[in-house]
């Protein structure tokens, strides 16, 4: 019952935008801390930013700060991530998780989380 769906990627260019969204499905998002991943080839999979439930508290990877902002509309049931500035090193598998999330780091997955289908974000030219 309990399901995150992930979308909004897509191809952009250097310097471009995108929007993330990551939308509950079978229960509501107002209780749990929302966490957004992203996995490149290659490399390990890496914690982006997160939103605790009231949205109070945010967090962000260093690579991403000042370019990346979370949100949560609990009206539509729906986290969301703005993508600024995009680089090419952005370039990855995008999943939301829920996940706790804390002002100095991200909660980290259990051992045994199911990952959904994630969104693909490539920053291309």
């Known amino acids: 019952q309990l399901q995150l769906v992930e979308s909004g990627g897509g191809l952009v260019q250097p310097g471009g935008s995108l929007r993330l969204s990551c939308t509950a499905s079978?229960?509501?998002?107002?209780?749990?801390?929302i966490g957004w991943f992203r996995q490149a080839p290659g490399k390990e999979r890496e914690g982006v930013s997160c939103?605790?439930?009231?949205?109070?508290?945010?967090n962000y990877a260093e690579s991403v700060k000042d370019r990346f902002f979370i949100s949560r509309d609990k009206a539509k049931n729906t986290v969301y991530l703005q993508m600024n500035r995009l680089k090419p090193e952005d370039t990855a598998v995008y999943y939301c998780?829920?996940?706790?999330?804390?002002?100095?780091?991200?909660?980290?997955?259990?051992?045994?989380?199911?990952w959904g289908q994630g969104t693909q974000v490539t920053v291309s030219s």
């Open positions: 998780l829920a996940v706790g999330c804390y002002s100095d780091h991200i909660g980290h997955p259990g051992n045994f989380v199911s």
């Open positions: 939103i605790s439930s009231s949205g109070g508290v945010t």
């Open positions: 079978g229960f509501t998002l107002d209780y749990n801390a």
